[in-house]
């Protein structure tokens, strides 16, 4: 892989506590309350005033109990996490906007979620917790008192998400290209936040946090716009996180979300940015590249998060291509790791054909159902990473000599100059 391009270094100026919204706290208590939450932005100086800009949301680790928007420095035998503070000054020089998130912590005592987000109610991770609460001398908590605090870390983020976005225009931020994500505990709020509480990030980074395996079958389902993913879990990193990161790894490939799996050799649950980091790829032995972390989380954003560069003629010359039946035209307009939604089947995307060769004989089936087949007043229209043609499709189907009709569109997502997603819809006439 090739190493990032070579940014401008600019300026920061930083923002302190602003409000993103509000949280209960003492619930549970005779005098259960409600507190601001706030967010520290990073914002890069004397950069073109009219480019909308990428941005980089973090939140902090700490077992969901200690650390901060400004402190999560942590040692262990001598190694030292990175802190999302200096993450975000990294990003912000790079031209990235940035976001450190305050969100609340369990001795708090945050109040139950109208509706439950954890699916395995019984098992909890608490081995990590209950150490720190020993460290800070709090007692044990009950199960509902740190389901309640995780989760309120979830949604927690997931609010400074939608906040970060619905007031893009204020930091000259593009809305399509918001990455989220953290360390630890942050980064488990932040996978949380994009595919169980679903905001429409465009990555995710996770330095050694992840997903619980009931939670992983059912939220991640590759559907329309569930985001790709960066992650990272060291040899001597704290009990569950390799499993649970391999299996967020494995069940995203399968459903077509793109991945990045690095493995921190020699280190424990705290690494720095400059730590060796090597790229692994699932059911593969061996590393198939070595890099730093941080220069790892600098080449995928960079990639993952830059202006598409197709246009509206891209999508039209897909379109000359089905109607040519063309077959290899197609494939050639589609990336690497590309992904068809087909518009029936038993999941909410449809069904869908996960890379080139799947993809490849899913297209062909539709004129092998209707040789005729024709997309018709097609019109197309491209935003970004994202795009749509609207077309009526004509055919007549092979198997009963019935003649089709029927309006519907596609939906893109673009990587770089290719198709990675194709997601399609049709009126269902009756």
């Not at 740190?146 to 927690?156: C, P, Y």
């Not at 465009?202 to 716009?225: F, K, Q, W």
């Not at 040789?371 to 007549?396: I, L, N, Y």
């Amino acid at each position: 892989m090739n190493a990032p391009a070579v940014h401008e270094i600019f300026e920061i100026e930083i923002i302190s506590d602003v409000p993103y919204g509000e949280g209960s706290i003492g619930f549970g208590t005779l005098h259960p309350s409600s507190r601001p939450l706030t967010l520290d932005i990073y914002k890069p100086l004397n950069t073109d005033s009219n480019t909308l800009k990428p941005a980089l949301i973090l939140s902090h680790g700490g077992a969901y109990h200690r650390g901060s928007k400004t402190n999560d420095d942590f040692e262990q035998d001598g190694h030292h996490t990175t802190p999302v503070t200096e993450y975000c000054k990294i990003f912000a020089a790079r031209g990235y906007v940035c976001f450190s998130v305050g969100y609340r912590l369990t001795q708090e005592l945050a109040a139950p979620q109208a509706m439950p987000i954890k699916r395995n109610r019984q098992q909890i991770s608490r081995g990590r917790i209950d150490f720190v609460r020993e460290l800070m001398g709090l007692a044990p908590a009950t199960d509902e008192e740190l389901l309640n605090g995780i989760e309120g870390a979830f949604v927690d983020v997931a609010s400074a998400f939608r906040f970060v976005q619905s007031h893009s225009h204020q930091w000259g931020v593009d809305p399509r290209r918001i990455a989220v994500g953290g360390f630890s505990a942050g980064a488990f709020a932040s996978v949380y936040a994009s595919y169980a509480l679903g905001i429409n990030a465009a990555a995710i980074v996770s330095l050694s946090g992840g997903i619980d395996i009931d939670d992983a079958d059912y939220y991640i389902r590759g559907g329309r716009g569930q985001p790709p993913l960066l992650m990272f879990s060291s040899e001597l990193d704290l009990p569950g996180i390799h499993d649970r990161t391999m299996n967020m790894s494995n069940k995203a490939e399968a459903k077509g979300i793109g991945i990045r799996r690095y493995f921190i050799p020699q280190k424990p649950h705290f690494y720095d940015h400059n730590s060796v980091a090597l790229l692994k790829q699932n059911n593969i032995d061996g590393a198939i590249e070595k890099t730093t972390v941080g220069m790892a989380l600098i080449d995928f954003l960079d990639q993952t998060l830059a202006p598409a560069v197709v246009t509206e003629q891209t999508l039209i010359e897909f379109a000359q291509a089905w109607n040519n039946h063309d077959i290899n035209s197609l494939m050639a307009y589609m990336s690497d790791g590309c992904v068809f939604h087909t518009f029936s089947g038993s999941e909410s995307c449809g069904t869908s054909q996960v890379g080139k060769e799947n993809v490849r004989h899913a297209f062909m089936q539709a004129w092998q159902n209707y040789p005729d087949a024709q997309w018709t007043r097609a019109k197309h229209f491209v935003a970004g990473q994202r795009g749509v043609s609207e077309w009526t499709f004509v055919g007549t189907r092979q198997s009963d000599g019935v003649r089709i009709e029927v309006d519907g569109c596609d939906v893109f997502t673009f990587e770089g100059s290719k198709i990675k997603v194709k997601d399609s819809w049709r009126k269902h006439r009756i």
